[in-house]
């Protein structure tokens, strides 16, 4: 008997139509796990950071759904051959697509760019360099201002620099 209202909450939740084109601005409190390629030189290691989306509303299901400005930051990175540390930081931009529906589950993909800092770069690190990334998740409406969001993306810097990132976060709605 619990199963089945623990199931039929859950699968309430889910389908049960949501507003999520309320509001024009959103901010994403993210954690997650970055895996790095052994050409970056670093371990692989947690990540945390903030997404800031404009969102835009239309009616074409190939026009871009949201602008995002977003925040990656990995501390105390340490490197593969040497007793060092050191922290990561991508500050860029992404286009969103939401392929819209009439549930609280809607899936998005993303596409972008930015700029990488590392704080103590070591052999062929630069303290500076540009990255691309390109990814999708799921975002769980909770209410109409709030929602759970789950993302994964590839980030490429070059040939034996790229990554990996899973995300979880909170997301907050606001404005008119």
């Not at 089945?4 to 601005?25: C, F, K, N, R």
């Not at 799921?138 to 990132?165: G, T």
Request: no cysteine; charged share 15%; glycine share 10%.
């Amino acid at each position: 008997m619990k199963k089945l209202l623990v199931s039929t909450l859950l699968a309430t939740i889910i389908v049960s139509a949501g507003d999520h084109d309320m509001y024009p601005q959103d901010v994403t409190a993210i954690v997650g796990y970055q895996t790095n390629s052994k050409g970056s030189n670093l371990e692989n290691t947690a990540v945390h950071g903030l997404r800031y989306n404009q969102n835009i509303y239309n009616s074409s299901p190939w026009a871009v759904d949201a602008y995002q400005v977003a925040l990656d930051i990995a501390s105390n990175v340490a490197y593969l051959d040497r007793n060092e540390n050191t922290s990561v930081i991508r500050l860029g931009g992404n286009l969103i697509w939401t392929m819209d529906n009439e549930s609280n589950l809607t899936p998005f993909l993303l596409l972008g760019g930015g700029l990488t800092f590392v704080t103590n770069p070591q052999g062929d690190q630069s303290g500076m360099s540009l990255f691309t990334n390109a990814g999708g998740g799921l975002e769980l409406n909770i209410r109409n201002d709030i929602a759970l969001v789950w993302e994964m993306k590839y980030i490429y810097q070059d040939p034996k620099k790229h990554s990996f990132n899973t995300n979880i976060g909170l997301k907050f709605r606001f404005g008119n």
